[in-house]
C-alpha cells in the first residue's frame, strides 16, 4: 500500500508541474500584446480613369493609380489602388484622370500564378475614395 500511495504523490507532482508549465505557456501568450496597424492616408491625383478587372474567383475589382507629390524631394510616387466593395468600385469608376482625391485604406501584397512562377505585387485595398 505504501508503493501505492507513493505512486499517487508523484503522480500528484507531476500533475501540478505539467498544469504550472501549461499556465506559464498561456499566460506568456497573453501577455504578447499585437500592436500592429495598417491603416494609411493618402492624397494625391489620379492617373488615368479607372478600369474593371475580373479574377478567375470570379470577383471583380477596380483599379488605378494615384500620383501623389514627395515633399522632400523632386519626383512622385505612383501606387496602384484596388476597390474591392461596392461602393468603393462605384467611386473608382467615376473619377477622371487628374482628379484630386483622398483614399483611406491599407497595404496588402497579392500573389499570383503566372506562366514564370509566382508573382507578386503591392496594392493599396481602398475602404474609401473621397473627392477633394
Known sequence: MVAKNGDAKGREKVSQ???????QKVTQKEEQV???LNDLLLRGRVSAPATV??????????E????ISRLDRDGVDTLDIAAWSGKSRKTALSLKSD??????GSVHRRFWQSPAGLASRWQIEAAEISRL
Open 34 to 36: 499585437d500592436l500592429s
Open 99 to 104: 482628379e484630386w482625391i483622398e483614399v483611406s
Open 64 to 67: 488605378f493609380r494615384l500620383i
Open 53 to 62: 478587372k475580373e479574377l478567375p474567383s470570379g470577383d471583380k475589382v477596380v
Open 17 to 23: 508541474k505539467v498544469t504550472q508549465k501549461v499556465t
